[in-house]
Structure formats: structure tokens, C-alpha cells
């Protein structure tokens, strides 16, 4: 292995070496480079590597020393692909973003510091915004032609894209999404860097999960026209939420490369100080979120896949002053099959219940194979003493997340399979609670009963679908009655 690393340390400094005059003579950007960006990479995981192999040598496997020379490694490592992701930029940014969303699944030294992938997003230069535009919505068109005002400062910049305000000839305010130039030329070589290296450098590296999914996905979120086709469709399927605000698209203004909507302003989901500021409800809230993605997950199995608090906004509407959730950012959502989605709500149901039977069951049933316990731990971020008393009827404690933490760092190889086992639908739910348990933290409103309440009301109203396929009228009225009894349960539970 060792050989293996040096062999790669020293293939791109050749590179590198042999290629310098020629793009000094050429005046190339050298990020613009895949051999650069693939040098880069190698580098840093020959670093990385040799500083796991290296760092244990005269240290007893066990010991408190063991572990605080482990913890110290993770975090250099750590900080390190957070230096290679900020370097490489676009995809490589992307995946360590969801690498940073992995809570529970990976050492907390990994998660912490990639976390702040989301604030350390590169800016295009208002050069490269305005060709984007042109080439996009017309070559002669100036901007002034577009729009009465543009802000050259981004309201925010993401791995993939940036987000201008400006204003349209007829005074409305809009978010202009404009994707960053060199993002889809550079996006499908960076992926086969990541495969590349992963392949060559550890071929039984169990998360190759994670590069089939950024392949799969990052031609969708470069795709800003299927992102407004998201935000219509959620916005009509979850029509009957009045506390739910998704920005309309303006479709003349919109392109493969941009995205042009109403702007919506507000303070971000995780921004308790912005919520008291505006009298905003912190339990209403979380509540009315987990509504959003309980009914995305349970009845319609189609989830917004992204909602890191960049990505979800509360405000007070201007017109009604009703508090609402502002849900952005559409390129990411995971259609889940029905039979899939029947599965997990059957799941949940039990975990909720404490039916240890049907949680075995449906867990095995979703390809958790002997794991399940493993999974279970892994769904619900609890412990397994708590999955056994009821995760509904059981608060989560500050010495429950170290044993998790703590055990996630022990069972590394055994959630890197099983992660391999599940569907590949599991892959974006699992990152989607992650996210959604980390804000419900922040919020201090995690394993509140009114989530589980919602989502146990989502979950029978899911399962009722039998009613449909019923052959008749008799079997269609008992499911009808079964479905109007469980609610009424709910509801009665509620109210006590």
C-alpha cells in the first residue's frame, strides 16, 4: 500500500514538473487542469494514507493514548480533504458536503470540519456570471436589457452555483441561480478522478456508494430546468400546506444554467436568535418540517434530498404574517418506489411501536440482511437500548449521542456494508434525516412526540393504499374504518 501511495505521490509531481513551462507559455488557469485536480487529489490521499498507516505504529490498540492519537489523525485527515474540496472546488465540494451530512455514520473530527464546506463555496467573478447570462439567454443582451437592477454581491455561493437578486422590469425581485462556467466541463472528470482513486488506491473501499451516487445525481442538479420542474411539482403536491413557501420560477429567464425565481427573504431554519427576533415559534417550526418530509417520504416518495439550513428559510409571510418554511434549492430529490416506500413506512411504524418483530422484518426486508440492529441505530441516530424501550417514549440524553459517536467510530467497517447492502434509495434518505435531526438539535426539538405522531399519521395514511387495489366494496370499507380508527387514536393521543 505504502508503495502503492508513493508510486501516485511521485506520477503527479512528474506531471506537474514536465507540464509547468507549457502552461506558463499558455497562460492556463492550472485548476482548470483534470491532470491538476487529479494530482491534487492523489497527494492528499497518499498523506492521508500514510499518516494512518504510520501513526500507530508504537501505540497499544486500545489504550487512552491509542485514541487520542486516533482522534488527532482523524482530524488532520479531515482538515485535509477539506483543503483538497476547497482547492478542486465544484464536485469535489459537493461530495464533501455530504460527507460533512453524515452524522452518526462517520467520525465526528470528519463531519465538524467538512461541515464547513457550506460557507467556504467558491464565487465566480461578475465577468464569468454575465457570460453565463449571455451565452444562455442571448448573446447581444446586456444586462440592463434583463433586468432593471443586479447585485454584483451573491446573496449566497454554493459548490455548483450562485445566487444574485435583482430586479425585473415590471419591479417584481428575483433570485437569479447562475451556474458556475467551468462546473459542467470539469463535473464528469472529477468524478472519474474520485472513482479512479478510490479503485486503485483501496480497492476494497466499502464506500463506493457514495461516487455511484454523485454520479447519478450531478448531471440532475446541473440541470437547473429539472430543478424548476421539482419546485412546481412539491409545490403542487404539498398544495394543502399553507405554512409551506416554494419560489414560483419565471421560465423566460431560465436555462439549463439558470434558474430565475422569486426571491423570498427570510432567517435560516437553524437561527434561533433571527426566530426570536421575529416572535417565530421554534416548536411550530419543527413541526411543520417534519409534516413537509413526512408526507414527501410516506405518501408521495418524492423528498427534497438537500435540506441543509442554507436551503430552508422561516419568516414571517408579509402579506398573511403567518409564520412560513421556505424550501429552496430543488436539484436533489430521491423518487422512492412504492413497494420501497410501503417497506419504510412499515418500518417506521414499528420502530415507533417497539414491535422488535416487524422492525427485524421490515429491516431485512430493505436488505439490512443480520445488520438490523446496526440499521436500526443508524435510522433513528439512538442507541439500541433505547430502540428496545421505544424511541417515541425514550429522550434522547447528551451521554446516549457520545455512546453513538462513539460506537459509530467502532463499527465503521460494519456501517460501510451495510450501506453497501441497503437500496440505493436508502443512501439520500439516510443523509435527509441526518440534515433534518441536525436542525431539530440546533432547535432543541429532537424525538419531540409531535413528530412522531405526524410521521405515524403520514405511515397509515400511506399504508391505507390498499383501499385502491381492493377488488370489494366490503374490503375497501375495512380498510376505510381500520385507516379513520388509527387517526382518531393519533388524535385522541395527541389531545391527552
Not at 20 to 42: E, H, K, M, T
Not at 146 to 156: A, D, H, I, R
Not at 459 to 486: D, F
Amino acid at each position: 500500500m505504502a508503495g502503492r501511495l508513493l508510486k501516485v505521490s511521485s506520477l503527479a509531481t512528474a506531471v506537474f514538473a514536465s507540464s509547468g513551462f507549457y502552461l506558463y507559455s499558455r497562460q492556463l488557469d492550472l485548476n482548470d487542469l483534470s491532470v491538476v485536480r487529479f494530482g491534487r487529489a492523489a497527494a492528499t490521499t497518499a498523506v492521508i494514507s500514510y499518516d494512518y498507516l504510520t501513526a500507530f505504529k508504537h501505540v497499544e490498540h486500545g489504550t487512552d493514548e491509542y485514541w487520542a492519537i486516533k482522534s488527532k489523525v482523524h482530524r488532520r485527515s479531515a482538515e485535509r480533504l477539506r483543503d483538497l474540496c476547497c482547492a478542486n472546488r465544484g464536485t469535489f465540494i459537493k461530495v464533501g458536503q455530504h460527507l460533512g451530512a453524515l452524522d452518526y455514520l462517520l467520525p465526528e473530527e470528519y463531519t465538524s470540519t467538512l461541515k464547513v464546506l457550506h460557507s467556504r463555496a467558491p464565487q465566480s467573478s461578475m465577468e464569468e456570471i454575465q457570460q453565463v447570462i449571455r451565452e444562455d439567454l442571448g448573446k447581444e443582451l446586456q444586462l440592463s436589457e434583463l433586468f432593471v437592477s443586479f447585485e454584483e454581491k451573491p446573496q449566497g455561493a454554493a459548490s455548483l452555483a450562485q445566487v444574485h437578486k435583482a430586479v425585473l422590469h415590471d419591479g417584481r425581485t428575483v433570485a437569479v441561480k447562475v451556474q458556475h462556467p467551468k462546473v459542467q466541463r470539469q463535473s464528469s472528470k472529477d468524478i472519474m478522478v474520485i472513482e479512479r482513486a478510490v479503485h486503485w488506491l483501496f480497492p476494497d473501499f466499502a464506500f463506493m456508494w457514495l461516487v455511484e451516487e454523485a454520479k447519478k445525481n450531478m448531471p440532475l442538479e446541473l440541470d437547473f430546468l429539472n430543478e424548476g420542474l421539482n419546485a412546481v411539482k412539491v409545490s403542487n403536491m404539498l398544495a394543502d400546506f399553507p405554512f409551506l413557501k416554494v419560489p414560483m420560477i419565471h421560465w423566460d429567464l431560465s436555462t439549463k444554467r439558470i434558474l430565475t425565481m422569486e426571491f423570498a427573504e427570510g432567517g435560516q431554519v437553524n437561527d434561533r436568535d433571527y426566530m426570536k427576533k421575529h416572535h417565530i415559534n421554534v416548536n411550530e417550526i419543527s413541526e411543520n418540517l417534519g409534516k413537509i418530509y413526512s408526507e414527501m417520504i410516506f405518501v408521495h416518495g418524492f423528498v427534497h434530498c438537500d435540506p441543509h439550513p442554507g436551503n430552508v428559510l422561516v419568516r414571517k409571510c408579509p402579506q398573511s404574517k403567518k409564520t412560513e418554511i421556505v424550501l429552496l434549492d430543488h436539484g436533489l430529490y430521491q423518487v422512492l418506489q412504492p413497494d420501497f416506500r410501503l417497506d419504510y413506512c412499515r418500518l417506521w411504524q414499528a420502530l415507533i411501536n417497539s414491535d422488535m418483530s416487524g422492525m427485524e422484518r421490515y429491516s431485512r426486508r430493505l436488505g439490512a440482511g443480520d445488520l438490523y440492529p446496526l440499521f436500526a441505530c443508524v435510522l433513528t441516530a439512538r442507541s439500541w437500548k433505547a430502540v428496545n424501550a421505544g424511541i417515541s417514549s425514550v429522550p434522547v440524553t447528551h451521554s446516549e449521542d457520545v455512546e453513538i459517536r462513539t460506537n459509530a467510530a467502532q463499527y465503521l467497517p460494519q456501517i460501510s456494508e451495510l450501506l453497501n447492502r441497503v437500496p440505493r434509495q436508502m443512501l439520500l434518505l439516510l443523509k435527509t434525516n441526518d440534515l433534518l435531526r441536525g436542525i431539530e438539535t440546533t432547535l432543541q426539538t429532537r424525538a419531540s412526540s409531535s413528530s412522531f405522531i405526524n410521521m405515524s399519521r403520514c405511515c397509515i395514511r400511506a399504508m391505507a393504499h390498499k383501499r385502491s387495489k381492493a377488488r370489494s366494496g366490503r374490503r375497501r370499507l375495512q380498510i376505510t374504518l381500520a385507516e379513520s380508527l388509527s387517526l382518531w387514536k393519533l388524535s385522541a393521543y395527541e389531545l391527552l
